[in-house]
């Protein structure tokens, strides 16, 4: 099993401020996911990244891939109280294109 | 189009007793995936079936636990003579076809043994 380590495990911060929630591993994935889960629900994608040094934005969050496919982080700007969630990354194994390896989550408050 | 159903969403058993999730796919897909989340840890791949097959389950403890994905009806996990350890969160996911980039999640059963 491949494992991704995020950090930092709990971001509380305050409405308007910027975080960064990192996801890092020292094996290749072929594709890297970001989910939200919240409370009682299943995780919901919001973005895949494929190449190494990929970046891709979404309204106030950018993906970015790390050119060895190892790390990802994700950037939120101006952040919201409904930023609030916890956030997952997922690699997709090279060698079985349907097992995602998680990482712990990041628990992410935006206090308004 | 309905998303990825599961039930019971929670479930109280007693130790030694049989827990029994359900989980039905979205609409046009036949393919499923079993994911267990402990408290404080991320999801962990257990099982992948496609309709009557079990592709991998190299996720899946050994003892106790079974899954199946008939022609007919929901995939569904079992779990024998429960512990404690069991309880968490078991998630399926589903996917028109193999891979991971088009696996949409259920909202999950919460087993809890007591």
């Known amino acids: 099993t491949q494992l991704l380590e995020q950090s930092p495990q709990f971001l509380s911060i305050q409405e308007g401020e910027n975080l960064t929630v990192y996801c890092n591993s020292s094996?290749?994935?072929?594709?890297l996911q970001w989910y939200r889960q919240e409370p009682g629900e299943g995780p919901v994608l919001l973005v895949t990244v494929v190449t190494g040094g990929e970046v891709k934005k979404l309204k106030r969050l950018t993906f970015q891939f790390g050119d060895a496919r190892k790390d990802s982080s994700l950037h939120i700007t101006a952040a919201q109280p409904g930023d609030t969630g916890l956030y997952l990354c997922a690699g997709v194994e090279l060698s079985n294109d349907y097992k995602l390896s998680f990482g712990a989550g990041t628990t992410v408050t935006v206090r308004a | 189009n309905a998303g990825v159903m599961q039930n019971p969403r929670h479930l109280v058993r007693r130790r030694g007793q049989e827990a029994r999730l359900r989980c039905s796919p979205m609409k046009g897909h036949s393919h499923v995936y079993w994911y267990r989340q402990l408290p404080e840890e991320g999801l962990k791949f257990m099982v992948y079936l496609q309709k009557e097959n079990i592709i991998d389950e190299s996720g899946m403890p050994k003892e106790r636990f079974s899954a199946e994905f008939p022609k007919e009806g929901p995939s569904i996990l079992r779990i024998q003579q429960v512990v404690r350890g069991d309880s968490a969160a078991y998630f399926c996911a589903s996917s028109p076809r193999q891979g991971a980039s088009e696996q949409y999640f259920g909202p999950g059963t919460r087993l809890t043994v007591t």
């Open positions: 094996s290749v994935f072929s594709s």
